[in-house]
């Protein structure tokens, strides 16, 4: 069930909050806490197997395993060998539904795959128990969870299909309190789940349509033109910010309304003064997991940094998808988090504006694999950004500004910006200069003032509700296949 | 939480009045409404029967009123659009214009049977009717109408403010140079081989989409198709089912094509497949898979007229006691100002070398007298 479908807005959220309200009310003045947990247990179960009923027993095996292994690592006096048991059985699953293919494929392109349908949300639900596994093993006097508060815990459906990946620590105390609806987290939540809704819908999914155009004729091998290429890839820079932006958005918001609240995942990352501190605003939840689950364990900053910071980084590109363009705009991203820590250690800084366009200028490019599967795309949008192919603008912009006519071919349509029509050009440029204006001078939704919110809400919600209700198509939320 | 409530009541509130009252698209929206207005209008001009062809742009560019006039001797109204245009719509604008015997022609797209409720509903259509239509607009079911309410999306928000600039700024369209134009009989003209052939390359890529017999079967289009078939029927309208040009190596799946022909036998109305089931070489079409450029036009339109001629002389429909006993000749539509901004020169009628000889014989899947 997706956040944006009428369905789950209108049926399934209404229901899982009024049973959230009885279920408290059950119990007394106890809270009834056991009550609660068991109606979010079975409101996420069926949210999750609403897609797909069969990756149900999956989800529910894993809860069943990992919690008792979680009990032994804290009583047994072998607690690192349950962790190693636990960590090996969680990567295996994950390497055999996402990765198996991959590594055939790699390895043995000749043999036929293996065909295994990917779970919906595996990367997220195994790297969420992996950290309980590891947080008991280095707390083991920490409380441990009941099973009920656990699977709780892994199953809440706001965070359950992607993300936030969000502490044990952090969440299940939280959801020991009473089940009681609460008209102020109701009001808070709601404003951040319509606010991300209208993120989700309304920008990342037009941006989305821009995106496709070029991206699909650069894996065709098709031409692209030096703006064809640069639309393409800024439209995509802003889809992908705002799918996922928009999704944590949503997921905080609903979390809020059932008296949760979630870490925040997105800070206006592309507002990031150099590369360390965009992953410090991007996918802030996932940049803490690989932080403390991965490179600091191998060592840090201590020694041999860079290679630390290189294999964090191509884990971070593999955990997104079981392909080489993943691991190549995570070895990127490790590429450019050790030059600026060779650039730090020089101790002569960039002048402000300067560091944020080189980083925004290396963030945007490394999209391009990351959107492109194949060497083909990747060399063809290249291509295009670099000028090699040339320029060509619209005939009628050229006539307008005939010096233009110095550095651009006047063509009548460009074929693969936006619906290749006469004013796709004015059209796609009036979007990115809003999308890029939003993203780079306004604040992000949780750093906005109560009053800025309602404007925010005041300009949105009409369009929100024409893409929830009434628009033909709505992409599904991008990290859902991560 | 009022708070919030009023927030999002004064954003519905806006909105509405935003795109029903303030924002237009005269330059897209706009030139399809003057189109659909100015084929209404010829339509109002002819007094006696007539024929009208409907489609979605390939009615246009593919079928020329101009050449088939003559050859049936029966004024013809070119009132094919452009495929998104909503079809109930059409059948809506024309309904007063049809009268008993009358004869329509309808070489629909395929997507026009196989389109979706949802997406039937938010075409350009909805748009014009809510900004200047809202007579037609009333008149929908009220789901059609809730949907126009709420067609304006961001990038139409964009687009609009964009038109609107360029519009007041006196916009020099460059469609016309690019494609050719319109004529009074509402055929579009001047799509020339030569003007289309930087387009040859594109063309000779393109992969068209061709749904399936069940999306043809299930499809809202073909709802609306049947319903338009019975209310014709009723009235004395001769409806004569067709098939869209298309690429020779792409061509309608046979059960897609049973579909089609299965919807008009089921209602009663006729159905003209030409031999080559109005498929020809790629190098016979301008700027899409659904237009023949300027020749295959004329030498499609020629088969077509003959078929229909040769298909009507078979159906005892009441324009055969109107129209054969005393033949009329050519017509000579006044020119409508709004429907021919930029005249084009007569066409050369030169034979295509590449194009396969021109069908005169249909067969027919409608009932037989």
């Known amino acids: ?482 | 939480m009022r708070r919030l409530l009023l927030c999002c009541a004064s954003s519905l509130a806006i909105y509405l009045l935003l795109f029903a009252g303030i924002l237009d698209r005269p330059l897209t929206l706009g030139a399809l409404q003057a189109r659909i207005d100015a084929n209404l209008a010829r339509g109002q001009q002819i007094e006696g029967p007539k024929l009208v062809i409907i489609a979605g742009s390939n009615g246009p560019y593919s079928h020329r009123c101009e050449t088939i006039e003559p050859i049936l001797g029966l004024p013809c109204v070119n009132a094919g659009v452009a495929v998104g245009v909503g079809l109930d719509y059409l059948f809506a604008r024309w309904e007063t214009q049809l009268h008993k015997g009358d004869i329509v022609y309808l070489p629909l797209e395929e997507a026009q049977y196989a389109r979706q409720h949802a997406s039937a509903a938010l075409g350009p259509d909805a748009a014009i009717m809510l900004r200047h239509d809202r007579t037609t607009l009333a008149a929908m079911p009220w789901h059609r109408i809730t949907a126009a309410v709420f067609t304006g999306d961001l990038r139409g928000l964009v687009m609009s403010m964009i038109e609107m600039t360029l519009n007041h700024d006196g916009f020099h369209d460059p469609r016309a140079s690019l494609t050719g134009t319109v004529n009074a009989w509402g055929d579009h003209v001047g799509h020339t081989p030569a003007l289309g052939q930087p387009n040859q390359d594109v063309l000779a890529r393109f992969m068209p989409y061709h749904p399936d017999g069940a999306q043809i079967t299930n499809g809202y289009g073909s709802t609306l198709i049947a319903r338009f078939l019975d209310t014709a029927r009723a009235r004395g309208i001769t409806v004569i089912g067709g098939l869209p040009t298309g690429f020779a190596d792409s061509p309608i799946a046979a059960e897609a094509l049973d579909a089609i022909r299965t919807l008009y036998r089921a209602h009663a109305t006729p159905f003209l497949a030409l031999p080559n089931l109005s498929r020809y070489p790629r190098t016979a079409f301008f700027d899409s898979a659904d237009h023949l450029n300027e020749q295959a036009q004329q030498t499609h339109s020629v088969a077509v007229a003959n078929a229909l001629a040769a298909m009507l002389d078979t159906i005892p429909t009441s324009t055969q006691a109107i129209l054969y006993p005393t033949p009329m000749p050519a017509s000579n539509p006044t020119p409508m100002p709004a429907s021919n901004p930029t005249p084009m020169p007569a066409s050369n009628p030169t034979p295509m070398p590449a194009m396969p000889p021109p069908a005169v014989t249909a067969s027919l899947s409608g009932p037989m007298p």
Not at chain 1, 185 to 209: E, N, W
Not at chain 1, 237 to 246: E, P, V
């Open chain 1, 1 to 482: 069930m997706l956040f944006t479908t009428p369905l789950f807005i209108l049926g399934f959220l209404p229901i899982a909050l009024a049973g959230f309200h009885v279920a408290g009310r059950l119990g007394g003045s106890s809270g009834g806490l056991p009550a609660t947990l068991c109606w979010l247990i079975a409101a996420s179960l069926v949210f999750y197997g609403w897609w797909n009923p069969w990756h149900l027993p999956l989800l529910i095996s894993s809860i069943l395993v990992n919690h008792p292994i979680a009990r032994q690592i804290g009583r047994s006096s072998t607690p690192r060998l349950w962790l190693t048991a636990g960590l090996t059985l969680n990567l295996g699953v994950l390497a055999i539904f996402k990765y198996a293919d991959f590594l055939r494929q790699t390895i043995a392109p000749g043999v036929p795959p293996f065909g295994l349908a990917l779970p919906l949300a595996i990367s997220f639900f195994t790297f969420q128990q992996i950290m309980f596994l590891v947080d008991t093993a280095r707390d083991p006097d920490r409380p441990r969870p009941t099973l009920l508060s656990y699977a709780a815990f892994v199953t809440f459906f706001p965070h359950l299909i992607a993300g936030p990946l969000v502490r044990p620590a952090e969440i299940i105390p939280q959801l020991a309190r009473p089940g009681r609806l609460d008209a102020d987290q109701i009001t808070d939540g709601l404003l951040i789940f319509l606010l991300g809704l209208g993120r989700k819908c309304v920008l990342a999914d037009m941006f989305g349509s821009f995106a496709d155009t070029g991206f699909a004729a650069a894996e065709a091998g098709q031409t692209l033109t030096f703006f064809e290429a640069w639309y393409a890839t800024l439209s995509y820079a802003l889809q992908i910010y705002f799918d996922f932006a928009g999704y944590s958005d949503m997921a905080l918001g609903l979390a809020r309304m059932f008296n949760i609240r979630f870490p925040l995942n997105f800070d206006s990352p592309y507002q990031a003064r150099d590369i360390a501190d965009f992953w410090r605003r991007w996918h802030i939840t996932l940049g803490a997991f690989l932080r403390t689950y991965v490179y600091i364990p191998l060592g840090g900053n201590r020694h041999h940094h860079t290679a630390n910071l290189m294999a964090t980084m191509l884990l971070a590109g593999l955990w997104h998808g079981a392909g080489w363009n993943f691991i190549l705009w995570g070895g990127w991203h490790g590429v450019m988090l050790s030059l600026h820590a060779a650039w730090r250690r020089l101790n002569r800084p960039l002048p402000a504006p300067l560091g944020q366009t080189i980083t925004l200028l290396g963030v945007i490019l490394a999209w391009v694999p990351f959107r492109t599967g194949s060497v083909t795309g990747i060399s063809a949008m290249f291509a295009g950004l670099s000028g090699l192919n040339g320029i060509t603008l619209p005939r009628m912009i050229v006539n307008a500004m005939p010096p233009l006519a110095a550095i651009a071919q006047p063509v009548s349509v460009m074929p693969s910006l936006g619906d290749a029509r006469t004013l796709s050009f004015p059209e796609v440029t009036a979007c990115l200069l809003l999308g890029w204006c939003i993203v780079l001078a306004l604040p992000n939704i949780h750093r906005m003032s109560i009053n800025l919110r309602h404007w925010a809400l005041t300009s949105g919600f009409a369009l929100s509700v024409q893409a929830v209700f009434f628009a033909p198509h709505v992409a599904p939320f991008l990290y859902f296949q991560f």
